[in-house]
């Protein structure tokens, strides 16, 4: 998850190329950040807007979650197998580092694994020296790993656990909501990823009539609403994105 003195950075130790794109964009699109917020979209009859627009650069956020849920560290899991009672775990962590240790297979390393898929893992172990047949169910008992760190202008921030498929506008809504001034027109989405930290820019009042993306929150995204408590680089670095949700990544090198 994100942490505040991440976000707090100042910018020393930014990749070159954000800071490239940083310089070019602040006095366009800040020009047009305060253009879109003098407007407030209608809500239209209709389908609300879901997919992602390649053009926009939104392909890495989706409307919806994936097909198969992938295990997380910090999950807890019922791991049953048919009539063998001795070697079935009514609940089990997956560890930080993504594993579980079963009775005679030893450890497992389970995370980015589909339920289905540890179930498989087992029974061609467990049948391949201790049982006939066996007959593995793993089930999900809490997504502990779902976890979403809400701050700014919003009633009561906080980390808050989510359910898998909940939404930004859902997020807002467990910090109780955007306070009465809040800037609602300036929400940034922040998230890790194997390239680095991508951050996005929503409009609270199009998400709401279904005019933007209402993009499905990943474990360990941080939404921050307004700018209070984010360094003035941030403040200029969020001025510089569209505010029609142009996502754009940036990665910082640890010193």
Not at 135 to 152: E, F, I, K, P, R
Not at 171 to 200: D, H, M, Y
Not at 234 to 252: E, H, K, M, N, R
């Amino acid at each position: 998850m994100l942490r505040d003195s991440d976000l707090s950075k100042t910018g020393e130790g930014l990749d070159v190329r954000a800071c490239t794109f940083i310089k070019a964009c602040l006095p366009g699109a800040m020009a047009l950040g305060l253009w879109a917020c003098a407007t407030s979209p209608d809500a239209l009859p209709g389908p609300a807007v879901e997919v992602p627009v390649a053009a926009l650069g939104q392909e890495d956020y989706g409307s919806s979650l994936p097909a198969e849920y992938v295990l997380r560290p910090a999950d807890r899991l019922s791991i049953s197998v048919f009539r063998e009672e001795d070697l079935s775990l009514q609940d089990v962590p997956v560890s930080a580092e993504g594993r579980v240790s079963f009775p005679l297979v030893g450890t497992l390393e389970v995370a980015g694994l589909t339920p289905l898929e540890l179930e498989a893992e087992l029974e061609e172990r467990l049948g391949a020296s201790y049982l006939r047949n066996p007959d593995v169910t793993v089930n999900v008992l809490d997504y502990a790993s779902h976890l979403v760190t809400v701050d700014g202008q919003v009633e009561e921030p906080g980390v808050y656990p989510f359910a898998p498929g909940t939404r930004l506008s859902g997020g807002i809504s467990l910090a109780k909501g955007p306070t009465r001034v809040a800037n609602t027109a300036l929400i940034a989405v922040f998230r890790q990823t194997e390239e680095g930290v991508q951050v996005a820019k929503f409009d609270y009042a199009a998400v709401r009539a279904g005019t933007m993306l209402d993009p499905v929150l990943m474990p360990g995204d941080r939404i921050v609403i307004g700018t209070n408590g984010l360094s003035q680089f941030w403040q200029d670095f969020l001025g510089a994105i569209p505010v029609f949700a142009l996502f754009t990544s940036y990665t910082w090198r640890s010193r």
